[in-house]
T-cell receptor, first 111, second 111 residues
Framework: GQQLNQSPQSMFIQEGEDVSMNCTSS?????WLWYKQEPGEGPVLLIA?????ELTSNGRLTAQFGITRKDSFLNISASIPSDVGIYFC???????????FGKGTKLSVIP | DAGVTQSPTHLIKTRGQQVTLRCSPK?????VSWYQQALGQGPQFIFQ???????QRGNFPDRFSGHQFPNYSSELNVNALLLGDSALYLC??????????FGQGTRLTVV
């Protein structure tokens, strides 16, 4: 089946630093979704990308749909303590209704 | 506008028992999907319901079944519970193919 590889698995950063994480796939995705999950909660949709090359922002978050359609990137600028959580990339495979998720990037912010 | 709501939030069951989890989709959404999330993993797709029919199913045994009602709410049933069924069960709703919005989940513990 399809797999999404997220990196890094975890990261510890100082408050105020910028963060970058990425997601790669062995097959083409037509949509990329980025979610954030906090302990005991369900994933919250942050950004949705629909077109190769698309760059979309949501506040301090910016995500890009790779031009090969096999990767996506999420950047967080000027991190703050409430950015702590696990960030997942996800997408539906071609012709599929199911979302495939990566294993997540766990972000810790040191005040 | 209420988002996706799930009940109960926590549940403890004994091996061999049966369990029913419930989900009310976000207003205006007609599609409901169920996911299982083991500790430290990304959500895994169980199945999706649309127009009261199972539209797509992931790699889960027949012990996992579901239902969608005319008001679009949904139930997930798991029979003959195993210890390995302990997980966070997430319901997601959407309209169309992508952009799934998740509930807070039901934490199921099988003892």
């Amino acid at each position: 089946g399809q797999q999404l590889n997220q990196s890094p698995q975890s990261m510890f950063i100082q408050e105020g630093e910028d963060v970058s994480m990425n997601c790669t796939s062995s097959s083409i995705f037509n949509t990329w979704l980025w979610y954030k999950q906090e302990p005991g909660e369900g994933p919250v949709l942050l950004i949705a990308l629909y077109k190769a090359g698309e760059l979309t922002s949501n506040g301090r978050l910016t995500a890009q749909f790779g031009i090969t359609r096999k990767d996506s990137f999420l950047n967080i600028s000027a991190s703050i303590p409430s950015d702590v959580g696990i960030y997942f990339c996800a997408g539906p495979g071609a012709g599929s209704y199911q979302l495939t998720f990566g294993k997540g990037t766990k972000l810790s912010v040191i005040p | 506008d209420a988002g996706v709501t799930q009940s109960p939030t926590h549940l403890i069951k004994t091996r061999g028992q049966q369990v029913t989890l419930r989900c009310s989709p976000k207003s205006g959404h007609d599609t409901v999907s169920w996911y299982q999330q083991a500790l430290g993993q990304g959500p895994q797709f169980i199945f999706q319901y649309y127009e009261e029919e199972e539209r797509q199913r992931g790699n889960f045994p027949d012990r996992f079944s579901g239902h969608q009602f005319p008001n679009y709410s949904s139930e997930l049933n798991v029979n003959a519970l195993l210890l390995g069924d302990s997980a966070l069960y997430l319901c997601a709703s959407g309209q169309g193919l992508t952009e799934a919005f998740f509930g807070q989940g039901t934490r199921l513990t099988v003892v």
